[in-house]
């Protein structure tokens, strides 16, 4: 039996009193209990599909044609056409939230924060099931107990501000389900979460759905998930289904090529070495850019590493008062006695999940932000500099050696000025050349990231995210740094355009001998693009690895759980749940002994298991048997 | 804990009146001579004989021959005392002058805030869910006029029509034969009756700022995600305003308490001499124009005393209301 059928669906938006179909005609089912993936990039319509199921399109946007069938498995025998419902009216208010509930990407935003989520899930059950309030608690405590909090009493009054991301997506899974729903809705779920927070997350989802028999509507972007969690997949572009069918077909018979190109476009583990990422769309070839002059004196054999950082130390000092109370000062240790060296033109990969010191440690190689100790030392091959003794002028010389690219391409670009005047700046800063050959620099630019030089003249906002990630990494480029540090460059990119913006970096480096710091919360990118990869967990870096080293035989267990917390686009691969720790990968109590850092024993060291594979331990821990 | 915070913010207060006090006693003695030096060359300008002696007496008996600090000094102690000093113009002390206008001052500036309240609430949600409808924009139209016609403007053409239309006087705030009585229920009828017209005009630009920040506030509220999520839910759309983004609205209501307060009591003045109400603003135009030292600066020193305890009734509430602010710091769970 379906649940829910959609058949012709068309959906509307005026914008600006242009009339636009967003979904032109898309026919897909949900059969009962099962779950259903619809894959997409951002824009082909997806979540608009979702809205509509739930009667909450934006006032701008109409469904135009078509029905949505719900067939509620209570009554099996009643059939609502949602597309016919009015927007406000009783009957759609008496199925969102009581027979279907939905989550959502955020859950940060998703929770008001000014309100318990006990209170807040509350509200939901009274509205479908309405119970004295003694009773309502009772079953709200049993179901927070069941998403996993451990103490659901004092889990009701909690506010939303008070829990990890994880728990937050937790609560609204509760939220979602305390009426027992016959679909649940969950609108990429875990894209905000780190992956081990996104393995637990999805089991939970599986757990639940087996025990209460909803059917879920995924709505992703990632393979991965879908592999692991559909039985259905229903792939989606510019509002059109390309194809769907049973996960089984999908993965292993894909007929359309636009899923074809899809699975090629996402970066995976078992890419050969020098294989390429096949971008959906290829970007407009460019001619390849002029290789840097090499450095005066290439020493043979022996070279300084371009970059030597040892034993960097920064602490946050928070004084954290609560309101009405005393306040109390905290110390974070957000990178701690990390020690690493980059050597000329390779590309080291920093993995490490939100909020383990990888952006703090960016920072600081940056100069943003001061060490309370530690050492940098640069050495492009004439001279050796110290980089934290660096002032004032010196500092400002510097600072073309060292260049970087930022996450959000919207944000890092300012809006008031065209690309011209981004891509000068820089030039202009440093006072390189004269008017016409800054000029010409910046044309020459253009070429080298594949845009075209008609563009110069444009504001930032007219160009789409990878396009604008292009100028980022042509104002990178713009002083010839010695090494650029790319922070989470392509997590705000679509899965195609993310291809296309890693193969620029690739063949930026081979070309002009870059050297890079590619920091990425991200395996599949990194193990994509570095050559050597250093993890990092709670300000230190457990493991560093040559990158093939690290994901055949990682030794760490904080490695480890990464890697199998990662899900791979694969039916055969499916994701062992289980393993993720339930306090996070990051979690110290949960690593074996010889991991753990002891307070009273002695201090953690990196321990060198050859060919340049160092891991966090005790001194004197036999590793290999720990791990 | 909350009374510890109240003592904490208590104790902010004191270094923020402080520097308040010596800014009005800076700003009142910056004009070129004092009380006694204008009045007698207003009189010499109108031909009259000022007597000197009597001039200097006065000038020595009220510390004039001092230097600034050590009035200064004796002005805030007097202060903390209760004494607020002597009027020269008035020869009266400030407190007789001023004790019944205050009352009169605070009765006007609570109403018109409650009536800010009132008329602004229903009309910025109204315009904040029909944003761009007619009528947001026809109470758009009437807000702006609000806020661009000057109080003084909109007493006099109140004053006209009152007059034309019904016939009524509406100058002043009680009946002239309560002017000078105790207060009695009798004076607070008549205090009533006459209160609606300057509450009105007082009110109506801060009315019409209020819809249009709330307007605002809620636009921004009505986007986010979290008013989805209470609506998928099922919640019923003006019950799910109501709890969520109203709720966070208010936020910016309540912080505007602060600045509400003084900026009522200060617009208020123009109009009360349009309207010859007998609250304070007129007292303190008049006693700033002659330099009228304590008089003027004790009750300046009233109006920053009633901003910061507004400030501090908002930040109070604030945090009573938003977990945000009460819990803030403590680490995540």
């Known amino acids: ?627 | 804990m909350l009374l510890k915070y109240i003592f904490k913010r208590i104790l902010v207060m004191i270094p923020t009146l402080f520097v308040t006090s010596v800014l009005i006693f800076t700003v009142i003695n910056l004009p070129e001579g004092d009380y006694f030096e204008t009045m007698v060359a207003e009189m010499q300008a109108q031909g009259e004989k000022a007597d000197m002696s009597r001039v200097e007496f006065l000038k020595k008996e009220y510390g004039f021959d001092k230097p600034p600090a050590e009035r200064y000094f004796w002005w805030v102690t007097g202060l903390l005392r209760g004494d607020m000093g002597y009027s020269f113009e008035y020869q009266l002390p400030v407190r007789d002058i001023v004790g019944d206008r205050l009352l009169l001052t605070m009765i006007v500036s609570f109403f018109t805030i409650i009536f800010t309240w009132i008329v602004a609430f229903p009309i910025g949600i109204y315009s904040a869910t029909h944003q761009y409808s007619w009528g947001d924009y026809g109470l758009t139209f009437v807000g702006m006029l609000g806020l661009a016609i000057p109080h003084f403007l909109l007493a006099l053409i109140f004053l006209y029509f009152a007059n034309i239309w019904f016939g009524t006087s509406i100058g002043g705030l009680v009946d002239p034969q309560y002017l000078n009585q105790p207060m009695s229920w009798a004076k607070f009828k008549s205090v009533l009756e006459h209160l609606w017209i300057p509450v009105i005009i007082i009110g109506a630009g801060g009315t019409a700022g209020m819809i249009r920040k709330l307007r605002a506030n809620l636009l921004d509220e009505l986007q986010k995600q979290y008013y989805v999520t209470a609506r998928a839910k099922g919640l019923p759309p003006g019950k799910a305003l109501r709890k969520y983004p109203l709720r966070m609205a208010l936020n910016f209501f309540i912080s505007d308490i602060g600045d509400i307060l003084p900026s009522i009591v200060s617009g208020a003045e123009i109009v009360a001499i349009v309207l010859s109400l007998q609250t304070t603003g007129p007292l303190l135009i008049r006693a700033l124009q002659s330099q009228d030292m304590y008089l003027a600066g004790s009750f300046l020193m009233f109006l920053s005393f009633l901003t910061v305890i507004g400030v501090l009734i908002s930040d109070i509430a604030l945090a009573i209301l938003d977990p945000r602010i009460r819990l803030q710091g403590t680490a995540t769970k």
């Open chain 1, 1 to 627: 039996m379906n649940i829910l059928e959609i058949n012709d669906l068309k959906i509307g938006f005026t914008v600006h009193g242009f009339a636009r179909d967003v979904v032109k005609g898309v026919d897909f089912r949900i059969p009962a209990g099962k779950t259903v993936a619809l894959v997409g990039e951002s824009g082909s319509g997806k979540s608009v599909i979702s809205q509509a199921i739930m009667g909450l399109l934006p006032r701008a946007g109409a469904i135009t044609g078509g029905s949505i069938l719900f067939r509620d498995p209570e009554t099996p025998d009643a059939v609502t056409d949602i597309a016919t419902l009015p927007a406000e009216g009783k009957e759609i208010r008496d199925l969102r939230g009581g027979r279907i509930g939905m989550i959502f990407q955020e859950p940060m935003s998703s929770l008001s924060p000014v309100h318990t989520i006990g209170n807040q899930i509350e509200e939901a059950l009274q509205l479908h099931r309405p119970m004295p309030k003694p009773e309502a608690r009772v079953l709200i405590e049993t179901m927070l107990k069941r998403v996993g909090f451990k103490d659901p009493t004092r889990a009701y009054d909690f506010y939303s501000f008070e829990l990890s991301g994880g728990l937050r997506q937790r609560a609204m899974l509760a939220m979602a389900l305390i009426c027992q729903p016959a679909l649940l809705i969950a609108d990429e779920p875990t894209t905000a979460l780190d992956v081990t927070i996104q393995a637990q997350v999805l089991d939970l989802m599986c757990d639940l759905q087996a025990e209460m028999g909803m059917a879920i509507l995924l709505i992703t972007h990632d393979l991965g998930v879908v592999a692991n969690m559909a039985d259905e997949v229903v792939v989606i572009y510019h509002g059109e289904i390309m194809e769907s069918g049973p996960a089984e077909d999908i993965f292993r018979r894909p007929q359309h090529p636009y899923l074809k190109a899809l699975l090629k476009a996402s970066p995976h583990f078992d890419m050969q070495e020098g294989e390429r990422l096949v971008a959906l769309r290829e970007a407009r070839p460019r001619p390849p850019a002029a290789p840097k002059p090499a450095p005066a004196q290439q020493a043979a054999g022996q070279q300084a590493p371009l970059l030597a950082v040892r034993h960097l130390r920064k602490t946050y000092t928070t004084h954290s008062s609560r309101f009405f109370g005393k306040g109390t000062t905290s110390t974070v240790t957000a990178v701690d006695d990390v020690s690493f060296d980059i050597e000329r033109g390779e590309c080291l990969g920093l993995v490490g999940e939100s909020g383990c010191g990888k952006t703090t440690l960016s920072k600081l190689i940056m100069r943003a932000l001061t060490p309370d100790s530690g050492e940098i030392r640069f050495d492009d091959g004439k001279d050796c500099i110290d980089l934290l003794s660096l002032q004032g002028e010196a500092l400002r010389g510097f600072r073309p050696k060292l260049q970087m690219i930022f996450q959000d391409p919207v944000s890092s670009l300012s809006p008031r000025m065209t690309v011209m005047n981004l891509l000068r700046e820089p030039l202009v800063i440093h006072e390189r050349g004269d008017g016409a050959e800054q000029t010409a620099r910046v044309k020459a630019l253009m070429d080298d990231v594949g845009l075209d030089q008609r563009f110069l003249s444009r504001y930032p906002h007219s160009f789409s995210g990878g396009q604008r990630q292009r100028i980022g990494i042509a104002r990178a480029l713009a002083l010839d740094p010695e090494l650029i540090i790319c922070d989470e460059p392509v997590s705000a990119l679509d899965v195609s355009v993310q291809a296309q913006i890693l193969n620029l970096l690739k063949d930026l480096q081979a070309e002009r001998g870059l050297t890079f710091l590619f920091i990425s919360h991200n395996l599949a990118v990194v193990n994509y693009m570095a050559d050597r990869i250093a993890v990092m967990a709670n300000g230190r870096i457990v493991e560093l690895a040559p990158r093939h080293t690290l994901f055949t035989a990682p030794v760490h267990p904080y490695t480890k759980a990464l890697l199998k917390s990662v899900p791979f686009a694969d039916l055969d691969r499916k994701l062992d749940f289980k393993l993720a720790a339930p306090g996070g990968a990051s979690d110290t109590r949960h690593w074996p002994a010889g991991f753990k850092p002891d307070p009273d024993g002695e201090p953690l060291a990196h321990l060198d298991l050859g060919a340049g594979h160092l891991v966090l331990a005790k001194p004197g821990a036999n590793v290999r048997e720990l791990a």
